[in-house]
């Protein structure tokens, strides 16, 4: 397989520092500038940044020079995350609105590819037909400023099959709108690869990848934010995975998406280059 027209992606999380979600702090110790020009050097094209990090920046710097950051920095890819409670009403509906709009203005501002979107985590059972209401309207707000709306699969949450994933996206049928497979919640989630092969390629909207161990620290939360590990230092079968993914008819960039508390000590370019070469060495197999 061709690294040729590979793009790889660094989500926040994967060069973010000693941080994680729900954490004391999201707001990464290293600058943006110096993680997007540890990114560029190492070879990724695309970079994810999270809602708490993000505005911290903004508040910092301004999305003037953040994007003149990027582009210096050969970084076309931007991926924002992550937005929850979006179906939901009340408070918690009030405080998901509130960072929806700064992520759909931070969207425009950036230039934005994506913005993921996250299921009812912790929550068993998907209320389909509000869903696909609440995605159809976020979908149609997203596409003002021309951003997909990436909606994650998770195993420990109301959206943990590609079955209902698909009811939600299909039902919604925007242009815009689509599923994000990430292999650490499709493997630990028992959900095979061939499942893929039923999600029209329009749906397909963002991929990420990332090896884990073979016994899961319970629970999987901890195990996800804490015990990921580099592609090829686990025991996820990536080649069949990315080729699933190819065969489906995905073409866009490839995302990478490493939670560790071992990488994320390590020093920026360190973690930076590290990444990279583990995660391109994948699509030479």
């Not at 809602?51 to 020079?65: C, E, L, Q, S």
């Not at 179906?87 to 501002?109: C, M, N, P, T």
């Not at 039923?198 to 749906?203: E, G, H, L, N």
Request: with cysteine; glycine share 8%; net charge negative.
């Amino acid at each position: 397989m061709t690294t040729q027209n590979i793009e790889l992606l660094a989500a926040y999380w994967t060069i973010a520092g000693d941080i994680y979600p729900m954490g004391p702090s999201e707001v990464s110790p290293f600058s943006f500038k110096d993680r997007m020009e540890a990114a560029a050097n190492a070879g990724f094209k695309g970079i994810g940044l999270v809602h708490n990090g993000m505005m911290d920046t903004v508040d910092k710097i301004g999305f003037p020079a953040m994007k003149q950051i990027l582009q210096d920095n050969g970084i076309k890819h931007v991926e924002l995350e992550f937005l929850v409670d979006w179906y939901h009403s009340g408070e918690r509906r009030r405080q998901s609105d509130k960072v929806r709009q700064e992520l759909i203005h931070a969207a425009k501002e950036l230039g934005a590819r994506s913005i993921k979107i996250g299921p009812g985590i912790g929550e068993d059972v998907a209320d389909i037909k509000l869903m696909v209401k609440e995605f159809t309207l976020l979908c149609q707000q997203a596409a003002e400023v021309g951003v997909n709306i990436v909606l994650e699969i998770m195993p420990f949450s109301n959206v943990r099959t590609v079955e209902t994933a698909l009811a939600i996206v299909e039902g919604a049928n925007q242009p815009n709108g689509g599923i994000l497979l990430d292999i650490w919640h499709l493997s630990r989630g028992g959900v095979d690869f061939s499942e893929i092969a039923k999600i029209p390629a329009r749906f397909i909207k963002s991929i990420e990848l990332n090896d884990a161990h073979k016994y899961a620290v319970e629970p999987l939360w901890m195990d996800t934010i804490h015990k990921r590990c580099l592609p090829g230092e686990g025991v996820f079968d990536l080649p069949a995975f990315i080729k699933a993914v190819q065969a489906a008819g995905y073409q866009g960039p490839w995302g990478l998406e490493i939670l560790s508390d071992v990488e994320r000590k390590l020093p920026l370019e360190t973690m930076a280059n590290r990444a990279f070469q583990a995660t391109i060495s994948q699509f030479d197999m």
